[in-house]
């Protein structure tokens, strides 16, 4: 194999599913991660087949149907007045298209499922990562308390605002969207019955947008809203909202989609951020993974997607015994790099259409969903495959 032990920064989707593709593929890894426990934190996510696919590899399945909710109907578009559905996906298509269902879980759901695939003696917690050293013969991790950790190659999964990005590109802040995502896990016996089906369903109204599904099982309903952020620019997973100021965005739509705001314990709120796509993802025996390297906005639900993939195809390259590290990781960036880009560009063309004010452009949009089947033509997303798509490469 081209590396014995992979160092990895982050313990987040990105990181855990590289060191459970790594592990699987023989090597040692080791995670580090800066929080000092994994807490259940987050939101919903859509585990479309591109991802489904390679949990299955890992074994992670049946665990996947145990905690996730599989859908029946996926991007159903309603218009925000009066509820009535735009367009709608029937998913008993995406396993018949693409070999896969397609899922929704808690963000927390997904990540256990993960760290039950790596050594539970690899994962470190409370280790902050501050930046590397390297040379011909191996690379070092440094630690905020003053350690280092070595190995033959360091993966910077350590999120949008990634230290490690920095001895990868030149750094700089990421670029401040001006939206905000609201968040919020609604008890499905506080929904209405609209939002406890199976189905993924997005409301567009002028200016904003929200998605709601269910989660763990059907007890919840994962509701995700994104509007003007105004002067809010606070970007955290810890940052607290109020289920009033949601609802005032939202008043005066549709009857059911308030009701489930009305639902909403407690809201998360938070800014969005975004990056351009770099140019680079690798530095000798460093390389970027997941949100260090393409962070995405949520519009084309592939965050997480993405990052297993990168996962997955990292694994295959680092395990090849024919080349050394940075050969091995140029190669995971000549596979990955233009994948994710065309994924994260469209996810960014996504925000225009679901935000166009009532008048002759929505109309045209909305004629255009009722004569349009999107699952038709994603099949270069849904199909593919980020192991096999490495190993061609070779």
């Known amino acids: 194999m081209s590396a014995a032990r992979v160092v990895i920064a982050g313990g987040g989707i990105g ?38 696919r390679l949990l299955r590899r890992l074994g992670l399945a049946a665990r996947l149907a ?71 013969d191996g690379i070092r991790l440094q630690l905020a308390d003053g350690t280092a950790v070595e190995g033959d190659a360091v993966i910077g999964a350590d999120g949008i605002h990634s230290v490690l990005r920095g001895a990868v590109t030149t750094p700089g802040p990421p670029r401040y969207s001006g939206l905000c995502a609201w968040r919020s896990l609604v008890p499905a016996d506080a929904a209405p019955e609209l939002a ?21 099982s059907g007890r919840l309903v994962n509701l995700v809203a994104f509007t003007p952020a105004g002067d809010f620019d606070v970007e955290s997973w810890e940052s607290r909202g109020r289920v009033e100021d949601l609802a005032a965005e939202f008043a005066g739509w549709d009857p059911r989609l308030t009701d489930l705001v009305a639902g909403a314990g407690e809201v998360g709120r938070w800014a969005l951020l975004d990056r351009d796509p770099i140019p680079t993802w690798t530095a000798g025996r460093l390389a970027l993974l ?32 024919g080349a050394t590290v940075p050969e091995a990781l140029a190669r995971y960036q000549a596979v990955r790099a233009p994948r994710a880009t065309r994924v994260q560009t469209a996810s960014r063309g996504r925000q225009g259409s679901h935000h166009l004010p009532d008048g002759p452009e929505q109309q045209t949009r909305d004629a255009a969903f009722a004569g349009d089947d999107p699952l038709a033509h994603n099949e270069w997303l849904y199909s593919y495959d980020a192991e096999e798509a490495a190993r061609t490469a070779r």
């Open 15 to 52: 990181g855990l599913a590289a060191a459970a593709f790594l592990s699987r593929a023989g090597l040692e890894v080791s995670v580090h991660e800066q929080t000092a426990e994994f807490r259940e934190i987050g939101a919903g996510l859509v585990v479309a087949p591109n991802l489904v």
């Open 66 to 136: 145990d905690v996730g909710v599989r859908l029946e109907v996926g991007w159903e578009f309603r218009r925000w007045q009066d509820g009535r559905v735009l367009f709608a996906q029937q998913l008993e298509r995406s396993a018949e298209m693409y070999g896969e269902d397609t899922w929704v879980v808690h963000r927390a759901d997904l990540l256990e499922l993960l760290r039950s695939a790596v050594p539970a003696e690899a994962v470190h917690l409370g280790q902050r990562a501050t930046g590397v050293e390297q040379d011909d």
């Open 196 to 216: 406890r089906r199976p189905a993924q369903t997005l409301w567009l109204g002028p200016g904003r947008h929200l998605v709601h599904y269910p989660v763990s």
């Open 290 to 321: 997941g949100d260090a390297a393409h962070p995405m906005v949520p519009f084309f639900a592939q965050g997480a997607g993405q990052a297993v993939e990168d996962a997955a195809a990292l694994a295959v390259c680092l395990s090849d015994p």
